[in-house]
């Protein structure tokens, strides 16, 4: 799919999730826009999603919720989806749910030691998972936690879900990652709700900011050129590409000029954007 100004759909998605990763404001807040001026809402808050689960995660729920209000409002403004975009930007990052990731899952599980307050909280369930769970995440062992959880979600995804929100994950997570067809986000979803259990459903602060002067400044002049040439500012970042991208699956001795150069109606009839 092409986008407004003729960008490959699947590299403007993987240079959001990559200026976020990285913290490059004003070239992710570009291609932002390049969605917005796209009209390719879903796609907006779905790479959000992805950006804050993979960079910010366990730390920044209260970014989630916040994200989830403004994704369940019936009328969103597009300065909203602007200025929250610019607050998960500028948030600490967190690599829990990566690093949860990485480590995989592992059967010998890490000793425990008596937990005397959890154990009584334990009394309430009979399995022996859900027991040993919340012993292992009143102690932070999130990497035993998570191997305790995956086979719960492999045995019962949604009795899994059901045994973490009675723990104090927000129910909200679960409600988009039903939305989700992408196993890893299911799965990563699962390893940031598992995180937060372990940092004891701590919220860091969160508050909206709004965008500054200069950035704003930037977005004025990107509006007035809408349509035009001059608006592809960015190149898409080739850090961003391999392996990920169909672009970046192939040989880099490959580009895109001609495909650019031969635009046809018929090409964006059938590859372009709702715009």
């Known amino acids: 799919m092409l986008t407004r100004h003729l960008y490959r759909h699947d590299e403007v998605m993987t240079a959001i999730l990559w200026c976020l990763q990285k913290r490059r404001v004003e070239e992710g807040l570009f291609w932002l826009q390049e969605l917005l001026d796209s009209e390719l809402y879903d796609d907006v808050f779905q790479v959000m999603f992805k950006g804050w689960l993979w960079s910010f995660g366990c730390k920044q729920m209260g970014w989630f919720e916040a994200y989830y209000a403004l994704y369940k409002k019936e009328n969103v403004d597009e300065d909203e989806i602007v200025?929250?975009?610019?607050?998960?930007?500028?948030?600490?990052?967190?690599?829990?749910?990566?690093?949860?990731?990485?480590?995989?899952?592992?059967?010998?599980?890490?000793?425990?030691?008596?937990?005397?307050?959890?154990?009584?909280?334990?009394?309430?369930?009979?399995?022996?998972?859900?027991?040993?769970?919340?012993?292992?995440?009143?102690?932070?062992?999130?990497?035993s936690a998570f191997t305790i959880a995956a086979q719960m979600y492999l045995c019962d995804e949604a009795a899994a879900w059901d045994f973490l929100i009675g723990l104090g994950v927000p129910a909200q997570l679960y409600c988009i990652v039903n939305e989700q067809e992408d196993p890893d986000v299911k799965i990563a979803s699962l390893a940031a709700?598992?995180?937060?259990?372990?940092?004891?459903?701590?919220?860091?602060?969160?508050?909206?900011?709004?965008?500054?002067?200069?950035?704003?400044?930037?977005?004025?002049?990107?509006?007035?050129?809408?349509?035009?040439?001059?608006?592809?500012?960015?190149?898409?970042p080739t850090m961003c590409l391999t392996w990920i991208t169909a672009r970046g699956c192939v040989s880099y001795k490959k580009h895109t000029l001609g495909e650019l150069r031969g635009i046809s109606l018929d090409t964006l009839r059938n590859r372009a954007c709702p715009f």
């Open 83 to 143: 200025n929250l975009f610019y607050s998960l930007i500028r948030l600490e990052r967190d690599m829990s749910v990566l690093g949860l990731l990485c480590l995989g899952v592992d059967f010998d599980l890490e000793p425990l030691p008596p937990t005397p307050k959890k154990d009584k909280v334990a009394l309430n369930y009979h399995d022996t998972l859900q027991v040993a769970f919340i012993r292992y995440a009143a102690l932070g062992k999130a990497k």
């Open 193 to 236: 709700a598992v995180g937060f259990l372990c940092i004891k459903g701590k919220k860091l602060p969160f508050q909206i900011v709004e965008v500054d002067a200069g950035t704003n400044k930037k977005r004025t002049e990107w509006k007035q050129i809408e349509g035009r040439r001059q608006r592809r500012e960015y190149a898409i």
